[in-house]
């Protein structure tokens, strides 16, 4: 049984009967291994690995991924790499080759040299590891995972470099929203690109000198969106639907020092947001060896954690928005396309010709060509136009979350300092907490600086916008032991106040509702128990509902079902729980109507198909301040546009929901479901027993228990891995990673952590021997094997 965190008691409980049954003894040989090892894997599906030396703990660490997630990991490699075509087939070229285009091609040397001390050594042998149990099912001593058969494919062996030279996993910014934001800007103007993207802090982008926006082509972007999109295994049907433009990735973390806890130590949580999807994106894992001691989160493909404690401190990280792309328009040569005017003269693009194999045909042959600033992702014949990507991608040292190598000894501030004056991709918060009390943030990773552009739209490719190199990590934010005893960072701009203006790192943060909650939170408690941290991850108070019923003072029924939904709103505290009327009501008009109908007034009719699914922050923004943009008579527009959006609400919930409001439900049409993404390959009975769901839940896309919603209001994003901290006395940790630690559906750790992700369940995240000890569901000793 999961522990649970019962805020209201400030208490953790969980079932003793169930932690001590004799757990299962195992004995594997493994080839590869030097010495002796053994793997408990607890009660929750947590490993924890003891070996005797530093390769035999990222080589155990890689293997025992591989027995948990082999497709996860294999499917990862194989399109980061570009080599799904090998594997599957035709349809996959496309994609293979817009993959190739952004791996890292630059020396090899000064890429390693950015990661932790011995991290090549690590990385070998994670690989070693994943490779003995490739060899292993390959074999028939372990076995093959269904997905494999199912797709008539075997996993491949890895390299230590194929896990750098990926790049695409990386969540890096602003290309796409560049693109869309010039084309909007040409049908509609600045005007539209300010109203239905709210950039912090407030700025009207600028169209860059020699750009004409009306020349971005629609299918600029299509080469990007297939490199850094999910594998498509139907032909016809996309799988997994692209999130919503208002939906971000995102997260939550807050370190609190010992002044305001309950036990005089300091605690670090930490939730990071992502995709929903079966199995998680993340994969929780405890490695000891002399020297070596990390329990936390990380990718599955990436050895090592990204966020967790090392018994001599705890980290935790969010996304910092720093803008990290830039996309480049290019006159080509008419008659020669390979050819661009730089600077006055016509500079040839570097052209790499690979050969990429396809399952069950011939050989395909592909070009991939280069500018100075990136790889070319469209042309355009007609107008003489190529276009490129400049990304922090190309620099040396930007693997996804690679320089987390140097905080896997790191004991101090200085430290954790040093870890992040490493950091590449992708741009972060930081936070750090130590045993001494020091409690710290600080934003990390590359930040082009940009002398003469803001950004927020693509630039000739000419000379004239050029990065004039990065800003010092050191320049960068930071915050160290702050008076108030606690920081806490949810995406917003978090830069100090006295921080200088005239350094843009980027301009599109989240909005400031979920750092405002776990602020009004803070203010609350004087001392704060882990209890009360694991509650807090699990808090559904909407504060942009709540600015949504301030604007609905003056807002009369018209009839009997406005009356009573207005009513029911007025009567409403604010929380997005599931069985709930007027979140329901609040919910769907927040995500589906209030920006639509804004745009509907706003936007010219030719440029309302370019708008963004406007988030809630920039239409409320607007209608609070009654910005120009709703015309002459600011506040009749702002009455059209709730009264025409809550109508459509209406009219949505009672198709779905049926014509009794007071029966409506949030949670009727705000549900997690998480499928298999190679389904349509399963037959019905088996695509129904490897989806999870659909289950109810509360939530939105800005509560600090994120669960934001499709388009359909389906929760498509939010925490996967929750993570609370005390610091020092680490066996009183907490988790939970949803929804489960398993890919193999016929593991009871597929989805048991589903039901503690919906109720606030947590399951301890022991890490002393005696308190693993306790815990054991299997215990598996590992020798040399030949």
């Known amino acids: 049984m999961i522990r649970r965190i019962v805020f209201a008691a400030l208490a953790v409980s969980f079932s003793a009967s169930t932690l001590h049954a004799a757990p299962a003894d195992e004995t594997w040989p493994v080839r590869g291994l030097k010495a002796p090892a053994e793997i408990i894997v607890d009660r929750w599906g947590l490993a924890h690995i003891y070996a005797a030396n530093t390769h035999d703990a990222y080589f155990l660490q890689g293997y025992n991924v591989a027995r948990d997630r082999l497709w996860q990991i294999d499917l990862w490699r194989k399109r980061g790499l570009g080599l799904l075509s090998e594997s599957f087939g035709e349809t996959h070229v496309e994609q293979d080759r817009a993959a190739r285009l952004f791996l890292y091609r630059g020396d090899m040397a000064s890429e390693w040299r950015r990661y932790g001390l011995g991290a090549r050594d690590n990385y070998e042998a994670f690989v070693a590891g994943i490779n003995a149990y490739v060899d292993e099912v390959r074999a028939g001593k372990k076995p093959l995972p269904r997905e494999f058969a199912l797709t008539d494919s075997q996993p491949a062996r890895w390299r230590a470099e194929d896990v750098v030279r990926i790049r695409t996993h990386a969540l890096v910014m602003n290309?796409?929203?560049e693109v869309q934001r010039a084309r909007l800007v040409c049908k509609g103007g600045l005007d539209a690109a300010r109203a239905t993207q709210r950039l912090y802090p407030d700025h009207t982008p600028q169209v860059p000198e020699g750009l004409d926006p009306c020349t971005i082509d629609a299918g600029v972007m299509d080469d990007y969106a297939l490199a850094t999109g999910p594998v498509n295994f139907d032909a016809l049907t996309k799988v997994a639907e692209a999130l919503p433009d208002d939906v971000k990735d995102?997260?939550?973390?807050w370190v609190i020092a010992g002044s305001r806890t309950t036990t005089g130590r300091p605690i670090l949580a930490n939730d990071p947001h992502r995709a929903l999807t079966v199995p998680s994106l993340r994969y929780v894992v405890h490695i000891e060896a002399p020297g070596l001691s990390l329990i936390g989160a990380g990718e599955p493909g990436v050895p090592g954690i990204s966020f967790g404690h090392n018994g001599k401190g705890a980290f935790g990280l969010t996304i910092f928005s720093t803008d990290q792309e830039d996309v480049y328009v290019y006159e080509t040569q008419p008659g020669g396309a390979d050819k661009y005017r730089y600077r006055g003269r016509w500079e040839k693009m570097r052209v790499v010709r690979e050969t990429i194999r396809v399952k069950g045909g011939k050989p395909v042959s592909v070009e991939l060509a280069f500018t100075r600033h990136g790889p070319v992702i469209h042309r355009s014949a007609e107008r003489n136009q190529a276009y490129a990507v400049r990304?922090?991608?190309?620099?040396?040292?930007?693997?996804?979350?690679?320089?987390?190598?140097?905080l896997a000894n790191a004991a101090s501030w200085e430290d954790f300092r040093t870890a992040a004056d490493h950091w590449g991709t992708p741009p972060l918060n930081l936070i750090w907490a130590g045993p001494d009390g020091a409690i710290g943030w600080t934003a990390a990773g590359l930040a082009p600086v940009r002398p003469?552009?803001?950004?927020?739209?693509?630039?000739?490719?000419?000379?004239?916008?050029e990065w004039n190199g990065f800003h010092a990590p050191r320049s960068l934010p930071s915050v160290k032991d702050p008076a108030q005893g606690w920081i806490a960072t949810a995406n917003e701009r978090n830069v100090p106040k006295d921080y200088p203006a005239d350094v843009p790192l980027g301009y599109e943060f989240a909005d400031r509702s979920r750092y405002e909650r776990l602020a009004q939170l803070f203010s609350r408690s004087e001392r704060v128990s882990v209890a009360d941290a694991a509650a807090m991850q699990m808090d559904i108070h909407d504060l942009s509902a709540l600015r949504l019923l301030a604007l609905l003072k003056d807002v009369k029924g018209w009839d009997a079902d406005s009356t009573q939904a207005l009513a029911l709103l007025r009567n409403w505290n604010g929380d997005m729980r599931a069985d709930s009327a007027a979140a329901a009501i609040a919910g769907t008009w927040l995500a589906s109507h209030l920006g639509a109908a804004l745009v509907a007034h706003v936007v010219a009719p030719d440029a309302q198909p370019l708008a963004p699914r406007v988030a809630a922050d920039a239409a409320l923004r607007i209608l609070e301040t009654r910005d120009a943009v709703l015309g002459p008579d600011a506040a009749a527009t702002t009455q059209t546009v709730l009264r025409e959006s809550l109508s459509a609400t209406l009219g949505e919930l009672h198709r779905r929901l049926g014509p009794?409001?007071?029966?409506?439900t949030w949670g009727g049409v705000h549900t997690l479901e998480l499928k298999p993404p190679f389904g349509t390959l399963l037959r019905a009975d088996e695509f129904k027993a490897m989806t999870i769901g659909p289950h109810p839940v509360g939530g939105s896309g800005t509560t600090v228990a994120l669960a934001a919603p499709n388009k359909d209001l389906t929760a498509v994003h939010g925490p996967s891995v929750r993570i609370v901290m005390d610091v020092g006395d680490w066996d009183r940790s907490v988790f939970m990673n949803m929804p489960g630690q398993s890919a193999d559906a016929s593991s009871p750790h597929y989805g048991d952590f589903l039901p503690g992700w919906l109720a606030g369940e947590f399951a301890p995240m022991t890490y002393t021997r005696p308190a693993v000890e306790k815990v054991a569901e299997r215990v598996i000793s590992l020798t040399p094997g030949r």
């Open 452 to 465: 003469n552009w803001d950004g927020l739209m693509p630039v000739p490719g000419d000379g004239r916008y």
């Open 250 to 253: 995102g997260s939550n973390n």
């Open 175 to 177: 290309a796409r929203s």
């Open 660 to 664: 009794q409001l007071e029966s409506w």
């Open 391 to 406: 990304s922090v991608w190309s620099e040396p040292g930007t693997s996804a979350y690679a320089a987390a190598s140097w």
